[in-house]
C-alpha cells in the first residue's frame, strides 16, 4: 500500500467517523435542545400569562377595595330604624327654623325589601314663603342621610305674596336589619 491510498483510506475512515458521531450524537443532542427549547419557551408563555393574571388580579382586589369603601360610605348614610324618630326631629326643626307651618306631616306605609334598606316615607304639606320653602330644601340635602323628595306640587297661596303652599314625600332611607 503506497502513502496515497494510505491517506485516501483515512480521510474516509474520518468521514464515516464524522458522519456516525453526527448521525448518532449531535444529531439527537440538537434534537433534544430543541425539544427543551420548546418546553422553556411554552413555559415562559405560561409564566407571561400568570404575570398578567397576577396583575388583573391585584387590578380586581383594588376595585373591590374602592367598592368596599364606597359600600361603607352609602351604608354610614343609613341611619338604623332605631334612628326615625331622630331624622323625624331633625326635620321638624328645621321647618320651624326656617318659618314654615306644617299643616300635615304623617308617615306613610315603610317599603322595604331585601336590598340592605328600608324606605319610610312621609307626606308632608307645609305653608310659607317661597324663599324659607327653598332655604329648608337646601338644609334637607346638607344632613348627613340619604333623603329623597317625590311627587313635589308647588301651589301659590292667593293672600300673600310669595307665600306658598308645598305638599310632596320625603323618603328618608333606613339600614335594613334583615339583609
Not at 4 to 15: H, P, Q, S, V
Not at 50 to 79: C, G, H, M, R, W
Not at 140 to 147: A, D, V
Amino acid at each position: 500500500m503506497n502513502s496515497g491510498i494510505r491517506k485516501a483510506i483515512f480521510f474516509i475512515l474520518l468521514l464515516g467517523v464524522s458522519a456516525a458521531g453526527y448521525q448518532y450524537m449531535i444529531r439527537p443532542a440538537n434534537l433534544k435542545l430543541a425539544e427543551a427549547r420548546q418546553l422553556v419557551d411554552g413555559k415562559r408563555a405560561k409564566l407571561a400569562e400568570f404575570e398578567e393574571a397576577t396583575i388583573k388580579a391585584e387590578d380586581l382586589n383594588k376595585q373591590l377595595s374602592q367598592l368596599e369603601e364606597a359600600v361603607a360610605f352609602f351604608e354610614s348614610k343609613l341611619p338604623p330604624t332605631s334612628e326615625i324618630h331622630k331624622v323625624l326631629e331633625q326635620v321638624t326643626v328645621i321647618v320651624q327654623k326656617q318659618g314654615l307651618e306644617p299643616k300635615t306631616i304623617r308617615t306613610l306605609p315603610r317599603k322595604e325589601d331585601n336590598s340592605g334598606y328600608v324606605e319610610q316615607p312621609m307626606k308632608m304639606e307645609l305653608v310659607g314663603n317661597f324663599n324659607a320653602f327653598y332655604s329648608f330644601l337646601l338644609e334637607i340635602e346638607k344632613l348627613p342621610r340619604i333623603m329623597k323628595i317625590r311627587e313635589l306640587k308647588l301651589e301659590k297661596d292667593r293672600n300673600g305674596e310669595g307665600e306658598i303652599t308645598a305638599d310632596f314625600i320625603v323618603s328618608i332611607f333606613f339600614q335594613n336589619k334583615t339583609a
